[in-house]
């Protein structure tokens, strides 16, 4: 068996089971209740898995091709497959009842995503490109025709559509605020790391710790403090400072992104060789010429894939500033969790994935402009 036919044997067990045992859907008499497990296509989904790992056993012309085509008809199919199943069960029960989607959509979708994402490896990236923007097209084009209403997740984000997007915009701003804060400080503490050796050690040492302390834990730790300096100059909790709310949730995640800033700072200064260096002074250039000409653009692929971690990381670690009435999207994590309604759980929980994989792939396309215009 070839190395490259084993991801495609891996996951298409993956998906084989996940369409043999745990439920495609569950049907739920409301939104709080659990329901009954459903599968009503076992056999044609575990068929398409077994069909796409024997295209590997045999040797013909297009078999990655079609494969890729298997999986990218599994991204796009399986939603669709839910949302029609999901409007013939409720044309027949009571209007509050709701249809989840199950571990065997969930499982078998990622796989789906995996394969593709596997298929395509090596080949040229404008395929690449277009069969991702074809299958995001294809799933917003039935979303919007209204394929997908009668879900459970479709409703829940119909029936909090306001309160979803305020959550979403607050937690776009912690994460930019968060952002620009880390890069304005952590630079130059960075710069100042690179030029100090002896002091790169302590600095790192002390960001290292702090991020091994626990995020619900730092966010409690910063409220009595931050509550104090509310008290103690009234005029900071006129705006809005205080021991709860925005403020001690960019600094508890401003600690958390300083860390990545200062390592990669120091990475993209290390990175420009000394050749370049040494000419620009011989060029007369100044500390700050020196700084500003040569290493900022010389080091800025690397400093900016630490600014992509540092985004990502952020917006992941943002959805616990909840608790602490930051508000963002991990409100409708916590507040499902407390209410029992794991439709409001699972629509704030992929609404922060897709967030995050949106800025990844942002900054991967601001580092590929990055390079090649280098």
Same mark, same amino acid.
């Given at each position: 068996?070839?190395? #490259?036919?084993?991801?495609?044997?891996?996951?298409?067990?993956?998906? %084989?089971?996940?369409?043999?045992?745990?439920?495609?859907?569950?049907?739920?008499?409301?939104?709080?209740?659990?329901?009954?497990?459903?599968?009503?296509?076992?056999?044609?989904? *575990?068929?398409?898995?077994?069909?796409?790992?024997?295209?590997?056993?045999?040797?013909?012309?297009?078999?990655?091709? &079609?494969?890729? *085509?298997?999986?990218?008809?599994?991204?796009?199919?399986?939603?669709?497959?839910?949302?029609?199943? *999901?409007?013939?069960? @409720?044309?027949?029960?009571?209007?509050?009842?709701?249809?989840? @989607?199950?571990?065997?959509?969930?499982?078998?979708?990622?796989?789906?995503? +995996?394969?593709? @994402?596997?298929?395509?490896?090596?080949?040229?990236?404008?395929?690449?490109?277009?069969?991702?923007?074809? $299958?995001?097209?294809?799933?917003?084009?039935?979303?919007?025709?209204?394929?997908?209403?009668?879900?459970?997740?479709?409703?829940?984000?119909?029936?909090?559509?306001?309160?979803?997007?305020?959550?979403?915009?607050?937690?776009?701003?912690?994460?930019?605020?968060?952002?620009?804060?880390? +890069?304005?400080?952590?630079?130059?503490? !960075?710069?100042?790391?690179?030029?100090?050796?002896?002091?790169?050690?302590?600095?790192? !040492?002390?960001?290292?710790? &702090?991020?091994?302390?626990?995020?619900? #834990?730092?966010?409690?730790?910063?409220? $009595?403090?931050?509550?104090?300096? *509310?008290?103690?100059?009234? $005029?900071?909790?006129?705006?809005?400072?205080? !021991?709860? /709310?925005?403020?001690?949730?960019?600094?508890?995640?401003?600690?958390?992104?300083?860390?990545?800033?200062?390592?990669?700072?120091?990475?993209?200064?290390? #990175?420009?060789?000394?050749?370049?260096?040494?000419?620009?002074?011989?060029? /007369? %250039?100044?500390?700050?010429?020196?700084?500003?000409?040569?290493?900022?653009?010389?080091?800025?692929?690397?400093?900016?894939? !630490?600014?992509?971690?540092?985004?990502?990381?952020?917006?992941?670690?943002?959805?616990?500033?909840?608790?602490?009435?930051?508000?963002?999207?991990?409100?409708?994590?916590?507040?499902?969790?407390?209410?029992? #309604?794991?439709?409001?759980?699972? &629509?704030?929980?992929?609404?922060?994935?897709?967030?995050?994989?949106?800025?990844?792939?942002?900054?991967?396309?601001?580092?590929?402009?990055?390079?090649?215009?280098?």
């Amino acid at each position: 068996m070839k190395a #490259a036919a084993l991801p495609v044997f891996v996951l298409a067990f993956v998906g %084989m089971v996940a369409a043999s045992l745990p439920a495609f859907l569950h049907v739920a008499p409301n939104r709080l209740l659990s329901g009954d497990a459903l599968s009503p296509h076992v056999g044609s989904m *575990a068929g398409a898995w077994l069909f796409a790992a024997a295209c590997m056993l045999l040797a013909f012309p297009g078999r990655r091709v &079609l494969v890729a *085509a298997l999986a990218w008809a599994g991204l796009v199919g399986l939603p669709l497959l839910a949302g029609t199943d *999901a409007r013939l069960i @409720l044309a027949h029960a009571s209007p509050f009842a709701r249809v989840q @989607l199950g571990a065997g959509f969930w499982v078998q979708w990622l796989a789906a995503a +995996l394969l593709l @994402l596997d298929r395509l490896r090596g080949m040229h990236r404008a395929v690449q490109a277009g069969a991702w923007l074809a $299958a995001f097209a294809a799933v917003v084009l039935a979303f919007a025709t209204g394929a997908f209403d009668s879900l459970a997740l479709v409703r829940e984000w119909q029936a909090q559509r306001a309160p979803f997007a305020a959550a979403a915009v607050a937690h776009l701003r912690l994460a930019a605020i968060t952002l620009a804060l880390a +890069l304005a400080i952590g630079a130059p503490l !960075g710069w100042w790391a690179w030029r100090r050796r002896r002091g790169d050690g302590v600095l790192v !040492g002390v960001l290292a710790f &702090l991020q091994t302390v626990p995020s619900l #834990a730092l966010f409690a730790l910063l409220i $009595a403090p931050f509550a104090w300096l *509310a008290r103690a100059w009234p $005029a900071l909790g006129a705006l809005g400072f205080g !021991g709860t /709310g925005a403020a001690p949730a960019v600094f508890a995640l401003l600690l958390y992104a300083l860390l990545p800033v200062v390592r990669y700072t120091v990475a993209g200064l290390d #990175a420009v060789p000394g050749d370049a260096r040494e000419a620009a002074r011989g060029l /007369g %250039m100044s500390r700050s010429q020196l700084l500003l000409r040569v290493q900022l653009p010389l080091g800025w692929p690397v400093l900016l894939a !630490g600014l992509r971690i540092v985004a990502v990381q952020t917006i992941g670690l943002a959805a616990v500033a909840a608790l602490i009435g930051a508000g963002g999207l991990g409100r409708f994590v916590f507040l499902g969790i407390g209410q029992g #309604a794991m439709d409001m759980v699972t &629509l704030g929980t992929l609404a922060i994935i897709v967030m995050a994989l949106a800025v990844d792939l942002l900054f991967q396309g601001l580092l590929a402009l990055t390079e090649r215009r280098a």
